[in-house]
Antibody, heavy 118, light 106 residues
Framework: EVQLVESGGGLVQPGRSLKLSCAAS????????MAWVRQAPTKGLEWVAT????????YYRDSVKGRFTISRDNAKSTLYLQMDSLRSEDTATYYC???????????WGQGVMVTVSS | DIQMTQSPSLLSASVGDRVTLSCKAS??????LAWYQQKLGEAPKLLIY???SLQTGIPSRFSGSGSGTDYTLTISSLQPEDVATYFC????????FGGGTKLELK
């Protein structure tokens, strides 16, 4: 059974940093691209970042470029999102998701809440 | 950037109704379209990919159709457990979600 479990969320002040983790199990992690998707309270879904199966390629939405870094450790089957210079508009539930062969998101974690506030 | 527009934003229907949700891209996305269901307090779940392929384990009352810029998710006979918000997403030339359609029971 595919499982994705996020951790690392919490309350952080504007301008500070936070690192999210997503522990994967039930599939060969190193064979799949992975992504982070967020959802602000009562809002829709917003793609944040994607990393290729081997970590060689990364992609970001414009609003997080230069502030967020997606990475992975295939030996630990874990995905990460380093978030720096956080802003109030980054407040959201962050989901990690596995990307199927055609890059849609076929499995999702339960999500972790990030609140940016002073 | 390719924009994704869903309509309606809110849909009320009765159990047993045939329900149709629309998703329109600002330019062709060549069937690179997925549909997700998100129930209150839960993570999204993949229903349909490649515009019309049913994800494993999803009931056959869900179906997808369309091409080019216009796509549709159809629920052939609405069930109470289908109450949720539905999002379309394109994965051609990047990843963008539509704003969602909230489906409620009448």
């Amino acid at each position: 059974e595919v499982q994705l479990v996020e951790s690392g969320g919490g309350l952080v002040q504007p301008g500070r940093s936070l690192k999210l983790s997503c522990a994967a199990s039930g599939f060969t992690f190193s064979n799949y691209g992975m992504a982070w998707v967020r959802q602000a309270p009562t809002k829709g879904l917003e793609w944040v970042a994607t990393i290729s199966y081997d970590g060689s390629s990364t992609y970001y939405r414009d609003s997080v470029k230069g502030r967020f870094t997606i990475s992975r450790d295939n030996a630990k089957s874990t995905l990460y999102l380093q978030m720096d210079s956080l802003r109030s508009e980054d407040t959201a539930t962050y989901y990690c998701a596995r990307q199927g062969l055609d890059h849609y998101f076929d499995y999702w974690g339960q999500g972790v809440m990030v609140t940016v506030s002073s | 950037d390719i924009q994704m527009t869903q309509s309606p934003s809110l849909l009320s229907a009765s159990v047993g109704d045939r329900v149709t949700l629309s998703c329109k891209a600002s330019q062709s996305i060549y069937n690179s379209l997925a549909w997700y269901q998100q129930k209150l307090g839960e993570a999204p779940k993949l229903l349909i990919y490649d515009a019309n392929s049913l994800q494993t384990g999803i009931p056959s009352r869900f179906s997808g159709s369309g091409s080019g810029t216009d796509y549709t998710l159809t629920i052939s006979s609405l069930q109470p457990e289908d109450v949720a918000t539905y999002f379309c997403q394109k994965y051609y030339s990047g990843w963008t979600f539509g704003g969602g359609t909230k489906l409620e029971l009448k």
